[in-house]
């Protein structure tokens, strides 16, 4: 597209769509390295570990901060991103091998329920 073109475009891309619920299923049949073949593989939502004390840069960072003298390393307030990118974990279940997949970028993940929309209440109708 020139660039007069893509200037005066009727409809331009959204930037952020978000907007849709991401629903993934609690098994995937997919490729195991460990097997080297499709196999089973259980879904998860990755979660970060607690943070270990005595790790290289924790120790650092306290033995800086000790004594007198304030905050000494710079503290991150521009926060710009208002949703993380989704990582999934791979559990094959024939091995037990591990692995991970990031996904976009979603404000709503599940995993592997119903949606709301399709959902029927007990009396019927949307009025009753």
Not at 56 to 66: L, P, T
Not at 79 to 93: G, H, M, N, P
């Amino acid at each position: 597209i020139s660039q007069v073109a893509r200037k005066f475009r009727a409809h331009p891309r959204p930037v952020n769509s978000f907007a849709a619920m991401v629903n993934i299923p609690k098994t995937r049949n997919t490729y195991c390295r460990k097997c080297k073949k499709h196999t089973p593989h259980k879904v998860s939502q990755y979660k970060t570990g607690k943070a270990s004390l005595s790790a290289q840069g924790k120790r650092r960072y306290d033995k800086k901060q000790a004594g007198f003298g304030g905050q000494t390393k710079p503290v991150f307030h521009k926060k710009a991103k208002t949703t993380k990118k989704i990582v999934l974990k791979f559990e094959c279940s024939k091995c037990k091998a591990k692995r991970m997949k990031p996904i976009k970028r979603t404000k709503h993940f599940e995993l592997g329920t119903d949606s709301k929309k399709g959902s029927k209440n007990e009396y019927g109708g949307k009025y009753r």
